[in-house]
Each structure stands twice: as C-alpha cells, then as structure tokens.
T-cell receptor
Framework: EPEVTQTPSHQVTQMGQEVILRCVPI?????FYWYRQILGQKVEFLVSFYNNEISEKSEIFDDQFSVERPDGSNFTLKIRSTKLEDSAMYFC???????????FGPGTRLTVL | AQSVTQLGSHVSVSEGALVLLRCNYS??????LFWYVQYPNQGLQLLLK??????LVKGINGFEAEFKKSETSFHLTKPSAHMSDAAEYFCAVSGDTGGFKTIFGAGTRLFVKA
C-alpha cells in the first residue's frame, strides 16, 4: 500500500542552524501539507501546498519557514534559523483531493539545542 | 472557521468495557470528520472517516463513530476495550478553507485497566 515517507526520523540541531525536513508524498497525490506537534500537545497545521504554490498557511508559518517541491517526488520544509521552540514532531501529509483523507507520514522529531 | 472540541483529556476504562470518546465540531460547510490514533512516539493512524455518506462509520480495530448533525457531534465508540487500545485519540475536521487544512482536537488519552 502506498505511504508517505519522511526523512530523517530524528534530527538534532543547534539553535540558529538551518534544517530541511524531507517528505515523499504518495505519488499520485496533488495536495501536500506540513503539521507539527509539540510534545504533549495537539497537532497543528502549518501549511498546505497545491499546484506548486502555498494554498494556505497558519500564523506559525512565519518567514523562518519555507516549503518547496524541488522535483516530482519530494516535498520539503525548511526552517532557516531554528529556535528552541521549534522542537517538535513534524508530520508531512498528502491527499489526492483537497477535502478528503490526508495520509500522514511517520513524522520527523526535531530537537533544537 | 472550523474547530473541534474533545471532551475529556483523559478517559480510563476497564478491559472489556465500552469506550466512548467525545468529539464536537464546528464548521460553516458540510464537514469531513476523522478520528486518528497515536501510539507513543509514533505517527498518526487513521481510525475512520466521515465524508458525507453513511452517518454511522465503521473503522479499524472495532471502532465506530456516528455523525449527528443536530448535535454537531462525532463520538467514537468501541463495545469492548482491549489493552492494546491504550493510546492518544484525535478527532479532526477538514474542508472549510481553500487550503483544505485539517484541524485537530486537543486529543484524549485512553487508559485501559486490566
């Protein structure tokens, strides 16, 4: 069964460093998303992406964040200068139609020291 | 705007007892509703979804949920709890905006006592 994959599973970085989280969505899906979950809290929407541009973003998704689909298979989330409060689990998701089920990847745990 | 409220951050049941996890939603458009389960240090697994077809939705692991428009509810039930059901459960809604984001509730942690 097709699935969303994410790499790395765990990333440790120093405050102020740039990180890139990578996702491979399900191949025929058109809509892509990033969410994050701070430890012990709920899952929060960051950004949605369709037709090579951002469809919607939350207040969390400030200028420090960017997304890109550099080729036909990868979808990346970049954090330019990480802060301690960026430590969280980051989930990628994809869907074939906007309002339908989103398939989530296993997540990348980002730890900022 | 859409929102989800999960009543009870923690629910404890005995093995074999009924599981009832409550979820109420708010949506300006017909909602798509979901229940996800998250085991410790793992990702989100879809239990079941409501997408405007049957109001009683059956999911994996014996779970089901009923969409009640009049009550704006989508409660999750399972007739008989198993120890392996202990996890965090998230109710979610999507579809209100052009970006099709999914809005999650705060989650309910289910404890199952032997």
């Amino acid at each position: 069964e097709p699935e969303v994959t994410q790499t790395p599973s765990h990333q440790v970085t120093q405050m102020g460093q740039e990180v890139i989280l990578r996702c491979v969505p399900i191949s025929n899906h058109l809509y892509f998303y990033w969410y994050r979950q701070i430890l012990g809290q709920k899952v929060e929407f960051l950004v949605s992406f369709y037709n090579n541009e951002i469809s919607e973003k939350s207040e969390i998704f400030d200028d420090q964040f960017s997304v890109e689909r550099p080729d036909g298979s990868n979808f990346t989330l970049k954090i330019r200068s990480t802060k301690l409060e960026d430590s969280a689990m980051y989930f990628c998701a994809s869907s074939d139609r906007g309002r339908h089920e989103q398939f989530f990847g296993p997540g990348t745990r980002l730890t900022v020291l | 705007a859409q929102s989800v409220t999960q009543l009870g951050s923690h629910v404890s049941v005995s093995e074999g007892a009924l599981v009832l996890l409550r979820c109420n939603y708010s949506s300006s458009v017909p909602p798509y509703l979901f229940w996800y389960v998250q085991y410790p240090n793992q990702g989100l697994q879809l239990l079941l979804k409501y997408t405007s077809a049957a109001t009683l939705v059956k999911g994996i692991n014996g779970f089901e949920a009923e969409f009640k428009k009049s009550e704006t509810s989508f409660h999750l039930t399972k007739p008989s709890a198993h120890m392996s059901d202990a996890a965090e459960y998230f109710c979610a809604v999507s579809g209100d905006t052009g970006g099709f984001k999914t809005i999650f509730g705060a989650g309910t942690r289910l404890f199952v006592k032997a």
